[in-house]
């Protein structure tokens, strides 16, 4: 699989592609590219079969000036995030390895550090300097993770909450958009649903409020 990558240069009401570049496998969303410096990162899965994942840089040609191939193999992106000079990268298959990844050289992206854990995050958000909120699932529940990233090389899980029930879901492990954080009273807010076989009643839907002490 590839992906095709077009620059659009605009003109008034004129537009017409000014650079074309190609990157092997795709693209999980929007979260999966940045651009910084003139130059523009993207973060790929390879494939459907024998899956391995890659960060490519582009320059303004988008011609490709450094990769890092080979993460993860076996298993594809679940969530990114660029952050500075850094890229924030979660795959899955059975554990969670959450990736640093260094982009100050565009050249030669390194792989700082990497945290293994259950589950998944589909989702990163920063929380402030050097923190990160992940939010995803462990064994069918929703999981809300706080990440210490402040050391590249050892990245740490300082605080996790699962949710107590049977079965729950939320909406922004997918969209972005149903996430609300507060940096000045430092509380992050997401819809929530929890579903109990046994007890009807203690299903519920509606919001979750989270205090995030970093």
Do not use: C
């Amino acid at each position: 699989a590839i992906t095709a990558i077009h620059k659009i240069g605009t003109d008034g009401l004129s537009m017409r592609v000014t650079a074309s570049g190609i990157v092997a496998g795709w693209l999980l969303n929007q979260f999966s590219m940045d651009e910084r410096d003139g130059y523009l990162r993207v973060a790929t899965t390879t494939s459907w079969e024998n899956q391995e994942n890659a960060v490519y840089v582009l320059d303004h040609d988008l011609e490709e000036v450094g990769a890092l191939e080979g993460l993860a193999p076996d298993e594809r992106i679940y969530s990114a995030r660029f952050i500075g000079d850094r890229l924030y990268l979660v795959t899955f298959l059975q554990m969670d390895p959450l990736f640093v990844i260094d982009l100050r050289n565009p050249s030669d992206p390194v792989m700082m550090g990497q945290l293994e854990m259950p589950g998944f995050s589909s989702y990163l958000h920063p929380v402030g300097d050097g923190y990160l909120v992940g939010i995803g699932q462990e064994n069918g529940t929703v999981k809300v993770s706080l990440y210490d990233v402040r050391d590249a090389r050892d990245p740490k899980e300082v605080g996790k909450y699962l949710v107590d029930s049977d079965y729950s879901w939320t909406a922004a492990m997918w969209d972005h958009k149903a996430v609300t954080y507060d940096p000045l009273h430092q509380v992050l807010v997401i819809p929530l649903e929890t579903y109990d076989y046994e007890i009807w009643n203690e299903s519920f839907l509606g919001s979750a409020v989270f205090g995030i002490s970093s």
